[in-house]
C-alpha cells in the first residue's frame, strides 16, 4: 500500500466551477498534511498546511482532513484556467525516517474557460 | 525571492563528467531534502540531511553521492551518469518533522 495515494486525473472543470481534490494516506501517525501546486517544469509550491480534523479555508482554497478515515481533500471555488497545474498531496512518513516526507502521485487539474 | 536557492538551473553534462548540484538555505531549517523528478512521474525522495540523522532511499545508485557540510548547505555530487538520469532535481527544507517543506527552483539535468 502506498503511504499517500490520489488519482492522477486529469481531472476536469469549466471555469467558475469547484475543483475537488481527493487523498488518502496509510500511517495513522501522521499529525500533519500539505497541499502543493506544480507547474509544469517547475518545483512544488505550498498552498495549504492542515493539522487538525475539519476544514481550513484560504481565499478559494479549503483544505479538509478525516483522520479517522485517513483522508484529507482540497476544494477550489471558482477554479481559473491558471489554476491548472498538477497538485501534490504530503504527508510525513513516521514509520520509514524521522525527517521523511511522502508525496503523491499528484493530481492533474485542467480548468477549460 | 525564494529562501531555498539552487544552482546551477539548468546542466547538460555527458556520460563521463563528475558535477555537482549545490542547494541554500536561508530559512533556519533543520532538514534538507533532495528529491527526483523523472518526466511524468512521481517525486522519489533521494537523500534526507537532519540534525539527527542522514536518511537514503536505498534504490539511489552510487553514483549520486549527497553532501551536507552544514545545516544550510547542500550538495549532491554526480559522476558517470546515464541517460535515464535526465530529470529535475529538487531540493527542500523543513524545520522539523510537522512543518511544511519548501522547494528550491529546481536543476532540470539532462545527460547526454
Known amino acids: 500500500q502506498k503511504e499517500v495515494e490520489q488519482n492522477s486525473g486529469p481531472l476536469s472543470v469549466p471555469e467558475g466551477a469547484i475543483a475537488s481534490l481527493n487523498c488518502t494516506y496509510s500511517?495513522?501517525?501522521?499529525?500533519?498534511f500539505f497541499w502543493y501546486r506544480q507547474y509544469s517544469g517547475k518545483s512544488p509550491e505550498l498552498i495549504m498546511s492542515i493539522y487538525s480534523n475539519g476544514d481550513k479555508e484560504d481565499g478559494r482554497f479549503t483544505a479538509q482532513l478525516n483522520k479517522a478515515s485517513q483522508y484529507v481533500s482540497l476544494l477550489i471555488r471558482d477554479s481559473q484556467p491558471s489554476d491548472s497545474a498538477t497538485y501534490l498531496c504530503?504527508?510525513?512518513?513516521?514509520?520509514?525516517?524521522?525527517?521523511?516526507?511522502?508525496f503523491g502521485t499528484g493530481t492533474r487539474l485542467l480548468v477549460s474557460p | 525571492e525564494t529562501g531555498v536557492t539552487q544552482t546551477p538551473r539548468h546542466l547538460v553534462m555527458g556520460m563521463t563528467n563528475k558535477k555537482s548540484l549545490k542547494c541554500e538555505q536561508h530559512?533556519?531549517?533543520?532538514?534538507m531534502y533532495w528529491y527526483k523528478q523523472s518526466a511524468k512521474k512521481p517525486l522519489e525522495l533521494m537523500f534526507v540531511y537532519s540534525l539527527e540523522e542522514r536518511v537514503e532511499n536505498n534504490s539511489v545508485p552510487s553514483r549520486f553521492s549527497p553532501e551536507c557540510p552544514n545545516s544550510s548547505h547542500l550538495f549532491l555530487h554526480l559522476h558517470t551518469l546515464q541517460p535515464e538520469d535526465s530529470a529535475l532535481y529538487l531540493c527542500a527544507s523543513r524545520r522539523d518533522l510537522n512543518t511544511e517543506a519548501f522547494f528550491g527552483q529546481g536543476t532540470r539535468l539532462t545527460v547526454v
Open positions: 500511517d495513522r501517525g501522521s499529525q500533519s
Open positions: 530559512l533556519g531549517h533543520n532538514a
Open positions: 504530503a504527508a510525513p512518513g513516521t514509520r520509514t525516517g524521522f525527517q521523511k516526507l511522502v
